[in-house]
């Protein structure tokens, strides 16, 4: 007997298919705090069906396991605590994770499309023999996913018949899951012998009042049209008249005007800000790749065919030698 589907059995089918996904979240964190993006994770996670648990491992990571385990859509969390996880090293994070999904049976693995997950998840997915995606922006069923391609200026519908989905999420396509109202069971998961073929030594960060950038309601960022390092005060003092992050582009990473921590773009930071305000930036691809998400763009160019304005809300043809000083003292007032 040959059974006919319709739409009703059909969308039956997808949630019963649902129910049996589960999911785990690699959480990034710095032992004292999660990263933003891992929210954004596990709303995508969510959107799979099923069970979502997320692994926290660190060297003394208890207190953001109690964090996520308060996070909504959260069902578990595995936590493991060992030196050889400080400082995230994915040559020791990559067994870890091998490990947890013998034991628990994923059907998908993610993280944020950060540097963290970028460098973590290829591993674990060459050692698992199945093919990576990247930079997803919508799930569409249990394996049916859409992603960026050519700098975030294409989408590629990817259909992924493999037995574990190993993706990294963009996290300005989904919403953060709220941090308060869930109610996640912890459970402690034995550490992986260390792999010793990597050691943490240090971090050095740049410290700054001023907001943390890929979580920033504004940002101000600066191209090429700078000229010079020294010129960014300009930005800086606007930024801080606005309570904004100071971002830049790759031609002025490259310039050596500002640190590549600095740099929005396809290579650097995903930003998606309540407003993103473009100096002396032409818009190349690259950039609007990491930045064309935000809410309201304002941009700043002395030339009027510069690309960056046909993404713009509001765009000024101007000096912006003149311009953003004009802007800065008009906040004063």
Same mark, same amino acid.
């Given at each position: 007997?040959?059974?006919? !589907? ?18 785990? $979240? ?13 929210? +954004? ?32 859509? %959260? ?15 994915? &040559? &020791? ?6 490990? /947890? *999904? ?5 059907? *998908? ?29 919508? =799930? ?17 519908? %990817? ?27 912890? @459970?402690? $998961? ?6 010793? $073929?990597?050691?943490?030594? @240090? ?10 950038? /890929?979580?920033?309601? $504004? ?10 390092? &020294? ?26 005007? %500002?640190? +590549? ?19 002396? =930036?032409?818009?190349?691809?690259? *950039? ?11 941009? =700043?160019?002395?030339? #009027? @065919? ?14 912006? !030698?003149?311009?953003? #000083? ?5 906040? +004063?007032?």
């Amino acid at each position: 007997m040959i059974r006919t !589907f319709n739409k009703t059995n059909l969308r039956g089918l997808t949630s019963l298919l649902q129910r049996f996904q589960s999911t785990l $979240v690699v959480a990034e964190h710095n032992d004292d705090k999660l990263t933003p993006i891992t929210l +954004n994770a596990i709303t995508a996670a969510n959107k799979l069906g099923g069970d979502v648990s997320c692994l926290v491992a660190g060297a003394n990571c208890g207190k953001v396991a109690e964090e996520i385990s308060k996070v909504q859509g %959260v069902k578990k969390v595995l936590v493991v605590q060992h030196d050889s996880y400080k400082g995230a090293l994915p &040559e &020791e994070l990559t067994p870890l994770i091998l490990a /947890t *999904h013998k034991q628990f049976n994923f059907t *998908h693995i993610c993280a944020g499309a950060s540097a963290f997950g970028k460098n973590l998840l290829p591993r674990v997915a060459a050692k698992l023999d199945v093919a990576p995606i990247s930079d997803i922006i919508e =799930i569409k069923s249990p394996d049916t996913f859409v992603r960026t391609i050519y700098a975030g200026n294409a989408l590629s519908t %990817v259909k992924c018949n493999e037995p574990v989905k190993v993706f990294t999420v963009r996290g300005t396509s989904f919403e953060a899951a709220a941090t308060e109202g869930g109610s996640a069971t912890k @459970e402690d $998961v034995a550490a992986t012998s260390p792999m010793d $073929v990597s050691e943490w030594v @240090e971090q050095n960060l740049t410290k700054s009042d001023r907001p943390e950038l /890929t979580s920033a309601k $504004v940002v101000v960022s600066g191209g090429r049209g700078l000229k010079s390092g &020294e010129n960014f005060k300009l930005l800086y003092d606007l930024a801080d008249k606005m309570n904004a992050a100071v971002g830049a582009s790759r031609a002025a990473v490259d310039a050596g005007y %500002v640190p +590549n921590d600095m740099q929005v773009g396809q290579t650097g930071k995903i930003v998606a800000p309540e407003l993103y305000i473009a100096v002396g =930036i032409s818009g190349a691809i690259q *950039h609007l790749a990491g930045m064309k998400d935000s809410k309201t763009i304002v941009a =700043i160019n002395k030339d #009027p @065919e510069a690309p960056i304005f046909q993404v713009a809300d509001f765009g000024l043809v101007a000096d912006l !030698f003149k311009a953003v #000083p004009e802007m800065t003292e008009a906040l +004063n007032k």
